[in-house]
């Protein structure tokens, strides 16, 4: 495929960390949220491994940050999610599925609770600054949105924890997975949670004061050589095969959070008031009708950009939402939205890549 470039301009947003992204040698980008995303820095591959094995930082500062405040922001969002949170915590993330009237996804984003009567809803791309506004309007609750002035940097490997301590000192260590606490840095606070777009641990820093956060992007890489530290990006390959979903890509607003794997995060027993409440009732009654599966394919080349028919037997049974070539395994591993009455582990398919039939089987999310 051709590459064409990027060209930012006032629609497709730089963040704080671009310039010295591509010091660093960014290789492509993405827009996310109307801003750019860095996406790699050479080979897929070989960022995959360095992964795995070390630590890297990744400019995620397109994972914008949606703040609710108001008397009545503990019922706006509630209202926008499927999931109880009456009894959220100060100190806690909460992994939460937006859903619209019809129970279909609207985005999967982390929620804070900062303070009594004040949220951060740490989105996905899609424009949900516009959806809570619109539910606020009709629903006549008494609340102020706003974009807050955020942006996010990712530390992620299996060394995070000891450059963060370097960094942060040993209370760092004692911050649990889905937790929040500030941590000082020079003399300035700055939010980190213990969450992460890997499975192979990590943090995320959530930086309102640009200056410091400038600052700390550069100390990071002057002490980050005994740790191997690169400048790094979500890593396509890692996602698929850790089953962690990308909003627009594997899930959209087709899809109902029943269908992707989101059981648990759905609380229809529960009394709480949410939009699409009803029509999930009944969803769930009825059963679902597909599903999110994990699926390998035998060949060594794939270029996605649409979801790709998977067949049986001349009848389409689904449809390859995200593919990458995969180390581990030696062949294409992807995610589909699969028909339910196929949805068995080594169903077997067919798929047409560059201009070739080849054979694939369905397997479980996470792929191991």
């Given at each position: 495929m051709k590459k064409?470039?990027?060209?930012?301009?006032?629609?497709?947003?730089?963040?704080?960390?671009?310039s010295r992204i591509e010091n660093q040698g960014v290789s492509g980008y993405s827009v996310y949220n109307h801003m750019l995303l860095p996406v790699s820095f050479g080979s897929l591959e070989d960022e995959y491994l360095h992964l795995k094995e070390h630590v890297q930082i990744w400019d995620v500062s397109v994972q914008r940050e949606i703040e609710i405040t108001?008397?009545?922001?503990d019922k706006l969002v509630q209202f926008m999610t499927c999931r109880d949170l009456s009894n959220a915590k100060l100190g806690k993330c909460y992994y939460a599925p937006l859903i619209d009237g019809n129970g279909n996804l609207v985005n999967d984003p982390i929620i804070f609770k900062l303070d009594e009567k004040k949220w951060r809803v740490c989105i996905a791309d899609s424009d949900v600054l516009f959806f809570a506004k619109g539910l606020a309007s009709g629903k006549n609750f008494n609340v102020d949105i706003c974009e807050a002035n955020v942006?996010?940097?990712a530390v992620q490997g299996p060394k995070s924890e000891n450059l963060m301590q370097k960094v942060f000192g040993d209370e760092i260590k004692e911050l649990k997975f889905f937790n929040y606490k500030y941590y000082n840095f020079k003399g300035v606070k700055h939010?980190?949670?213990?969450t992460g777009y890997s499975k192979q641990g990590g943090y995320e820093i959530h930086i309102e004061n640009t200056t410091s956060g400038l600052e700390l992007y550069d100390y990071f890489f002057k002490i980050g050589k005994d740790f191997n530290l690169k400048a790094g990006a979500p890593n396509l390959i890692e996602r698929i095969e850790g089953g962690l979903l990308s909003y627009g890509n594997d899930i959209d607003n087709r899809d109902n959070p029943l269908e992707c794997g989101f059981d648990k995060y759905v609380n229809l027993e529960s009394d709480i008031v949410f939009?699409?409440?009803e029509k999930l009732k009944k969803i769930k009654e009825e059963g679902i009708k597909k599903k999110l599966m994990g699926v390998k394919i035998?060949?060594?080349s794939i270029n996605m950009t649409e979801a790709i028919p998977l067949n049986s037997e001349n009848t389409k049974i689904g449809e390859?939402?995200?593919?990458a070539f995969s180390p581990k395994f030696g062949k294409i591993v992807g995610i589909a939205m699969i028909k339910k009455e196929f949805c068995k582990i080594s169903q077997e398919?067919?798929?047409?890549l560059n201009n070739k039939l080849v054979k694939g089987e369905i397997c479980n999310l996470p792929i191991t």
């Open positions: 064409i470039p990027i060209i930012k301009n006032r629609r497709v947003r730089s963040t704080p960390f671009t108001g008397v009545d922001s942006n996010t940097i939010l980190i949670s213990k939009l699409g409440k035998d060949t060594q390859l939402r995200s593919g398919f067919q798929i047409k």
